[in-house]
């Protein structure tokens, strides 16, 4: 197996873990996270926000990776976009994550202190748990923002370079535009970034990111690319529909 099977298996091994880590993560704290009441609810249910937090910092890491692992064939073709690729998603994008996971990580703690001190129920503590709450969730939208950008950045050099078939770099430069303005929308307070619409507007590009995961780990990138190290522009049109297949 040759360095760049290798890389396309690990970046699709890192998109799924990645993925499957963030809607965990919504999974598990569910309605606990809604309406931070007391010091001793949170407490009572310090573990799910825990796990939630760490499933956060998995997902920042598995997909802070892909830009890396995946830099060294995306530079061949556009060294500028590969790099911007690595700052979006690889940098900026693993620091609103890690503001989201410490910020629920500090509402556990806080709760804690309010219990052990005795304030069971303090408004106090809900003005601080609906800070730092409100603050994790300012860096939700963000992040989209920026996934957003370092998308665009990916899908157009895998398009250029044609490293996958062409259908799926189109569907990933479509699926971003509904993606950033759910974004947008969250960042102007217009949309929640849990609400049905929000939700539906970032289907388009789950559903693409997991397909090109699986085609990366089943039959990864376009070989004649890899071989001529630019976007196989000259091959016969028979042969390309071939790789397109």
Same mark, same amino acid.
Not at 79 to 101: H, K, Q, S
Not at 146 to 162: C, D, E, K
Not at 229 to 236: E, F, K, N, R, V
């Given at each position: 197996?040759?360095?760049?099977?290798?890389?396309?298996?690990?970046?699709?091994?890192?998109?799924?873990?990645?993925?499957?880590?963030?809607?965990?993560?919504?999974?598990?704290?569910?309605?606990?996270?809604?309406?931070?009441?007391?010091?001793?609810?949170?407490?009572?249910?310090?573990?799910?926000?825990?796990?939630?937090?760490?499933?956060?910092?998995?997902?920042?890491?598995?997909?802070? %990776?892909?830009?890396?692992?995946?830099?060294?064939?995306?530079?061949?073709?556009?060294?500028?976009?590969? %790099?911007?690729?690595?700052?979006?998603?690889?940098?900026?994008?693993?620091?609103?994550?890690?503001?989201?996971?410490?910020?629920?990580?500090?509402?556990? %703690?806080?709760?804690?202190?309010?219990?052990?001190?005795?304030?069971?129920?303090?408004?106090?503590?809900?003005?601080?748990?609906?800070?730092?709450?409100?603050?994790?969730?300012?860096?939700?939208?963000?992040?989209?923002?920026?996934?957003?950008?370092?998308?665009?950045?990916?899908?157009?050099?895998?398009?250029?370079?044609?490293?996958?078939?062409?259908?799926?770099?189109?569907?990933?430069?479509?699926?971003?535009?509904?993606?950033?303005?759910?974004?947008?929308?969250?960042?102007?307070?217009?949309?929640?970034?849990?609400?049905?619409?929000?939700?539906?507007?970032?289907?388009?590009?789950?559903?693409?990111?997991?397909?090109?995961?699986?085609?990366?780990?089943?039959?990864?990138?376009?070989?004649?690319?890899?071989?001529?190290?630019?976007?196989?522009?000259?091959?016969?049109?028979?042969?390309?529909?071939?790789?397109?297949?």
């Amino acid at each position: 197996m040759n360095t760049e099977r290798k890389i396309a298996i690990v970046a699709g091994i890192l998109y799924i873990i990645g993925t499957v880590a963030g809607i965990l993560s919504v999974v598990v704290t569910g309605t606990v996270l809604a309406a931070p009441n007391s010091p001793a609810q949170i407490s009572a249910n310090a573990n799910p926000i825990i796990l939630g937090a760490l499933l956060v910092l998995t997902m920042g890491l598995a997909l802070a %990776m892909v830009p890396v692992v995946m830099y060294p064939i995306l530079k061949k073709y556009n060294p500028v976009l590969a %790099m911007g690729y690595v700052v979006f998603r690889g940098a900026l994008e693993t620091v609103t994550c890690l503001i989201l996971a410490i910020c629920w990580l500090a509402i556990v %703690m806080t709760a804690n202190t309010f219990v052990q001190a005795g304030a069971v129920t303090d408004s106090t503590f809900q003005a601080t748990s609906a800070s730092l709450l409100a603050i994790g969730m300012t860096s939700v939208p963000l992040t989209a923002i920026i996934f957003s950008l370092g998308a665009l950045m990916l899908y157009f050099v895998l398009f250029q370079a044609r490293l996958l078939p062409r259908w799926i770099s189109v569907w990933g430069l479509v699926a971003v535009i509904p993606y950033f303005a759910a974004a947008f929308l969250g960042v102007l307070g217009l949309t929640d970034s849990e609400s049905a619409i929000s939700s539906l507007m970032f289907f388009p590009m789950l559903i693409q990111e997991m397909v090109m995961a699986v085609w990366l780990i089943v039959k990864g990138f376009n070989p004649t690319a890899i071989v001529s190290g630019s976007a196989p522009s000259h091959a016969p049109r028979y042969q390309l529909a071939q790789n397109e297949a």
